[in-house]
């Protein structure tokens, strides 16, 4: 189920990185939208961090 999770979360990010690429090349890296996708994909990312450290966490960190 974790790695089930996982996985989607690594397309959904997969999938904002497109669509943040996209709208900085429409709209410019300054635009408020980029800015919520950029934030979006950066809660998207430390969501994944989390889950792979539960998985298989780095010597000397605890899996809490």
């Known amino acids: 189920m974790l790695l089930k999770n996982a ?6 990010i997969n999938e ?5 690429y996209d ?5 410019g890296i300054y635009d408020p939208e980029v800015r919520k ?11 994944l961090q989390k889950m792979m450290n539960e ?3 780095l ?3 605890s899996s809490h």
């Open 7 to 12: 996985l989607e979360l690594s397309k959904g």
């Open 16 to 20: 904002d990185r497109r669509i943040m």
């Open 23 to 27: 709208a900085v090349q429409n709209k």
């Open 37 to 47: 996708i950029s934030q979006q994909l950066n809660k998207k990312i430390i969501a």
């Open 55 to 57: 998985m298989d966490p």
């Open 59 to 61: 010597p000397g960190e």
